[in-house]
């Protein structure tokens, strides 16, 4: 919830198909913070956000 205010998203945009930057970053952000913080596995955030572990995985690392 923390990151969707800060990047000015909603959860439904987060789960989105969308490619937008904006989304992209935010998706990287929030699975490097949770990653980060073990609350949650890369297949549990990417069932989550509707995204392979593969693609979170990448833009955990790009925007970490």
């Known amino acids: 919830e923390r990151i969707c205010s800060e990047c000015s998203v909603t959860l439904p945009e987060l789960r989105?198909?969308?490619?937008?930057?904006?989304?992209?970053?935010?998706?990287?952000?929030?699975?490097?913070?949770?990653?980060?913080a073990?609350?949650?596995?890369?297949?549990?955030?990417?069932?989550?956000?509707?995204?392979?572990a593969s693609a979170l995985a990448r833009a955990a690392e790009r925007y970490r």
């Open 38 to 52: 073990s609350a949650a596995s890369l297949s549990e955030i990417a069932r989550l956000l509707n995204r392979s």
């Open 16 to 36: 989105s198909r969308s490619q937008a930057r904006r989304l992209t970053r935010a998706r990287g952000q929030v699975t490097a913070r949770a990653l980060a």
